[in-house]
């Protein structure tokens, strides 16, 4: 039986068809028995529903459609190999042309000193990889103890078994019993907590400290001035890995390849994934030093332990090498400076509105709105402002203390624009219908 809904945009009807789907991150307790927001169509910064309402992506999706939807050229790309080798493993000496190429221009532009590049199918995949890249580092090197890892306060890791123990959110972790022993998160901003930690535990001990260049998911935060310089001599002086979590820093986000350039540091591995090839296929990886590969490489007997049945799918390849064609040719790095920078300009007024503790932009096309304690404490959710933005066509991200914001990098100044005071009216919105 079908169930008539209301959907969000212009009160039309939608049919509401009971499904088997079970959206992750969501609870499906509420999800299940609402009307779904079905994405029919998109193209550049816009989106549509099933009735063909139109909606700004303010998000870039989940912060990786970096070049827009609906590129024909990657669409040809990907039909152009997928016709030719759709998909062939990387186990062993077999190789492909896409993954050979992509390794190669990833390599060639990393700010890691002779990068040597991983692939896999996305973040979270990577980040565990790199977390056994480094524990097997030290066990070849004969440090078989080093095995600790470090992270910080809002850093977002991904969710699988590494990466769900590395994670500084404790609200996904619950539920999941003991997880990896070895771990210890710091307050994101302070060298001075991050030496006693490594003090603490014994730098003897400690595998890798985890950082992105800009917190993401956890609520865009920044590093402050000298952070990043700090953070690679601390790693140096005591022996540690240091590796950059660039899964939404990298391939323009930052106006750069891999984001942490623009801190000036050359660490020893750096994960990516999202931008790497916009989303268009499932694509991620992690560029290592060639340090850190010597034994791997160089040294009999020590292959990885390690690996993944989609590493170097020739067709997620071709379909990252036509997205670094676009970024290139379109000089997206450079335009992405300019959208910061509206962005930036746009969202900074919001800072004086009633249910706003903080705006954090300005670094990157990423953007916080945080709600006051007050606000929150009164009831008032990002998920109410969310909705109302929502409903007037624009999507933006909510987590618990505010909302995201992350548009495509080729978002135009009015679409910055309208994302903006569809924002404010939101915030009006909730706010009026509290004190109502
Ligand atoms: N690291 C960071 C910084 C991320 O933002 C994400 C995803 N949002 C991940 C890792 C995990 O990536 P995935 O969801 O592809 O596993």
Redesign the pocket.
């Known amino acids: 039986m079908t169930e008539t809904v209301v959907s969000y945009a212009q009160n039309q009807p939608k049919a509401l068809e009971p499904s088997r789907y079970w959206h992750t991150f969501s609870d499906m307790n509420v999800v299940s028995k609402g009307p779904k927001f079905v994405v029919a169509r998109a193209e550049g910064a816009w989106l549509w529903d099933e009735a063909g309402d139109r909606f700004l992506d303010g998000t870039s999706s ?2 990786y459609c970096n070049v827009g939807h609906g590129r024909v050229e990657i669409a040809e790309a990907v039909y152009k190999q997928m016709t030719s080798l759709d998909a062939f493993a990387t186990y062993g000496d077999f190789a492909n042309v896409p993954a050979l190429a992509l390794s190669e221009r990833i390599g060639a532009h990393a700010p890691v000193a002779d990068a040597r590049v991983v692939l896999t199918c ?4 990577s ?1 565990d990889s790199a977390a056994k890249i480094a524990r097997q580092y030290w066990s070849v090197r004969g440090r078989p103890e080093k095995v600790h890892f470090i992270t910080r306060t809002g850093g ?5 078994g590494i ?1 769900t123990s590395l994670i500084g959110m404790e609200r996904f972790q619950a539920g999941y019993g003991p997880l990896l022993a070895d771990t210890s998160v710091v307050p994101h901003d302070s060298l001075e907590a991050l030496e006693a930690e490594i003090l603490r535990i014994g730098p003897e001990n400690v595998a890798a400290f985890f950082a ?1 260049p800009v917190i ?2 956890g609520g865009v935060h920044a590093p402050v001035d000298g952070y990043f310089a700090g953070v690679s001599e601390l790693c140096k002086q005591y022996g540690i890995l240091f590796i950059v ?1 660039s ?2 820093c990298a391939f323009g986000r930052l106006g750069n390849w891999f984001g942490i350039e623009r801190f000036g540091v050359t660490p020893d591995m750096i ?1 990516f ?2 931008g790497v090839s916009s989303g268009y296929l499932p694509l ?1 990886g992690i560029v290592v030093s060639g340090e850190i590969a010597e034994p791997f490489w160089n040294e009999p007997g020590n292959p990885l332990h390690h690996g993944t049945t989609y590493a170097g799918h020739p067709t997620a390849c071709a379909a990252a090498l036509a997205n670094l064609d676009i970024l290139e040719r379109e000089d997206l790095f450079t335009v992405a400076l300019e959208v910061e920078a509206w962005l930036d300009y746009a969202l900074r007024p919001l800072a004086d509105h009633p249910l706003v503790r903080e705006v954090r932009s300005g670094t990157g096309v990423m953007a916080a709105v945080e709600f006051t304690p007050e606000a929150l404490a009164s009831g008032i959710t990002s998920a109410e402002v969310f909705t109302e933005c929502r409903a007037r066509g624009v999507v933006l991200r909510a987590v618990p203390t505010g909302l995201l914001v992350s548009p495509p990098l080729i978002t135009t100044w009015e679409q910055i624009d309208h994302l903006v005071s569809t924002l404010r009216y939101g915030l009006d919105a909730v706010a009026d219908r509290h004190s109502a």
């Open positions: 989940l912060w996305g973040g979270g995949e980040i977002y890791h991904g969710l699988n990466g992105e993401g998911s979590d899964v939404i994960v994934a999202k991620g």
